[in-house]
């Protein structure tokens, strides 16, 4: 059961002296689910609720991606993830050497815009870089990522969206 809510109140009950949260569901419909749960032991995972991208905005940024793949005579996975290097998400990873190329095999795995790259940290010790793909991305990595695909296409003289236009789009992401 997965679903949006918001905690309405916290405190502590009495008798068992135990946590006690109480979530408000946008849902309510969840009380069916719940009550085949009530007394069983749970695993419960909460995140901090935001924005999803809209299917206009990837629509979007693959539309521009074509165009430039096209301009550029380069596949659009190569355009994809030029602009996930360059304005992409990524995180730091220590590990040995050895393990480096073996996690980056695993971790291509999970998409096109996927990957790693070996670079040196502030320290001066070698790191690995994972890139994540933009299916994960919030509001404001994708705009950024957007952003980005659409300064390439301007240089490539590429028609693309009038500003108003485009902050029409990202105003509209998770509605």
């Keep these: 059961m997965q679903n949006t809510a918001i905690i309405s109140d916290i405190g502590i009950d009495y008798k068992t002296k135990k946590a006690k949260i109480t979530f408000l569901f946008d849902n309510k419909e969840v009380l069916q689910q719940a009550e085949d749960l009530q007394d069983k032991k749970l695993n419960v995972e909460v995140k901090k609720w935001y924005k999803k991208r809209s299917n206009n905005a990837n629509a979007y940024l693959w539309t521009l991606i074509e ?3 096209q301009k550029l005579n380069m596949s659009r996975i190569e355009v994809y993830k030029k602009h996930i290097y360059e304005a992409g998400t990524y995180q730091e990873l220590g590990m040995e050497e050895e393990t480096m190329d073996k996690f980056s095999k695993i971790w291509q795995n999970n998409g096109l815009g996927w990957f790693c790259e070996k670079s040196v940290n502030e320290y001066g010790e070698i790191v690995l870089r994972a890139y994540f793909g933009s299916s994960t991305y ?7 990522l ?3 695909v659409i300064q390439d296409c301007k240089s490539q003289n590429i028609e693309t969206m009038t500003p108003s236009e485009l902050n029409s789009l990202l105003e509209s992401w998770g509605k």
């Design 67 to 69: 165009k430039l793949s």
């Design 138 to 144: 919030n509001t404001k990595e994708m705009t950024r």
């Design 146 to 148: 957007l952003d980005s």
